[in-house]
Each structure stands twice: as structure tokens, then as C-alpha cells.
């Protein structure tokens, strides 16, 4: 097994600090597959990536490398970020994004290097920062088997209605044309989710945790 590390630290730059950041020393033992990520500049290969912040949005490089082909998986172990990020882990060659929250990431690889493999973006999100983004305030709730949007504008919570799970999978999509009031039906399993309302203001995100 192998690993990396992304931290934030309002000491560090998008340069390589040698205080905060470390190379990544390739190990020549057979059958170990390495991981790693890129400086700012994508030319400098880390194990230890340290940057200041991630302002609205931020995109750090990952790559990979296999000494043979076969099924791997990428797990996040330690993960400390506020709730008002979004994290996404990118596979660009399959095209497929994911949570990075609860990420358990099985892909295959043949033999070689892959620099351009996977990306990490990391954006802050609107959960519950309505007032920030002159959003309408929108109550959004999950009690027993059902999910509750209100509002005190009639029609705030018009719109669409997307339930994701821990790994980014879109479990519920549906529309809503009540005012002020919804309650819809939950069929997923015990869990956490995000929900997503899109309406003609923006987007409203928020957490809930489903627990029968």
C-alpha cells in the first residue's frame, strides 16, 4: 500500500515549501502501486502537499503508478475540512467524479505512470450560506421516511430535487411544483446524503442523515 497527503496551512504557498511539503520517493520494491499528487505548478511530484486555502475553488493533480495491472482501490483515511467545502475525486480516464467525503474508490490500471490520471477539486459550497449568495432561506429536514423542504417564498423550493449519497451517486432525482411546503418519500438506506435544490434562485445544498 502506499499514500498521500493534502493538507491546508495558512503558512504554506502553491510554491514547494520545504517546511510544509514533501518529494515523493518512488520506492523500486515489485507489486507496490504509489500514489502522489502535483505542485501548483504540475511538475513537482509530492507525497506531503501543502497549500494556503482553497479560495472558491481548487484543483490538485493525482497520479498513480503501477509496477502491475490489475484492480486497485483508493481510500480516504484521515479527512478534516468544513462542512462548506465540496470535494470531488475526478478519474479522468473513466470519467467518473465522487464524493471525496467517504471516498472507497476501486479502479483497474495497467502496467505504467499516470500523471494525468485523477484530479481532487475541492470548491466552497452554498450549504446553508443562503444570506452569502442572496438565496431565498430554505428549510431542508429529513424526519422517519421523509424529506422536508419549506419556505416562507411561495415558490423557493420549485424546482429540482437530487439526492446524493456518501460517494456521489445520484440516488433520488425529482420535481417539485408545491409552495412554501414538500414532503417526499425516502427509499434510501440508512446513511448520510446530500440534498440539492436547484430553483430559479441558484442552489441550496444541506446535509441530512438518514437513520430508521
Known amino acids: 500500500t502506499d499514500e498521500t497527503a493534502i493538507s491546508f496551512n495558512s503558512n504554506s504557498t502553491d510554491d514547494f515549501d520545504s517546511y510544509y511539503d514533501a518529494f515523493k520517493l518512488f520506492t523500486s520494491t515489485a507489486n507496490v502501486p504509489q500514489i502522489y499528487s502535483f505542485i501548483n505548478d504540475n511538475s513537482t ?4 502537499n501543502s497549500v494556503p486555502d482553497i479560495y472558491t475553488e481548487r484543483i490538485i493533480h493525482v497520479g498513480f503508478k503501477a509496477t502491475n ?17 465540496d470535494v470531488y475525486f475526478e478519474d479522468t480516464y473513466t ?6 467525503y467517504n471516498l472507497d474508490y476501486t479502479f483497474s490500471s495497467e502496467i505504467g ?8 477539486k475541492f470548491r466552497e459550497n452554498s450549504t446553508e450560506i443562503n444570506d452569502l ?5 430554505v428549510q431542508i429536514y429529513n424526519y422517519g421516511d421523509y424529506l422536508f423542504l419549506s419556505s416562507e417564498i411561495d415558490d423557493a423550493i420549485v424546482g429540482k430535487i437530487e439526492l446524493i449519497n456518501a460517494v456521489g451517486q445520484t440516488v433520488m432525482l425529482t420535481e417539485n411544483d408545491n409552495l412554501y411546503y414538500t414532503k417526499i418519500p425516502l427509499s434510501c438506506s440508512n446513511g448520510m446524503y446530500v440534498v440539492r435544490l ?11 442523515i438518514v437513520n430508521r
Not at 133 to 137: D, S
Request: aromatic share 14%.
Open 45 to 48: 511530484i509530492c507525497a506531503i
Open 69 to 85: 495491472s490489475g484492480d486497485f482501490t483508493i481510500t480516504v483515511n484521515d479527512f478534516q475540512l468544513s462542512e462548506y467545502h
Open 95 to 100: 470519467d467518473e467524479t465522487y464524493d471525496l
Open 113 to 120: 505512470q499516470f500523471d494525468d490520471r485523477f484530479i481532487i
Open 133 to 137: 449568495n442572496n438565496l431565498p432561506n
Open 198 to 208: 436547484i430553483n430559479k434562485y441558484g442552489m441550496v445544498t444541506s446535509k441530512i
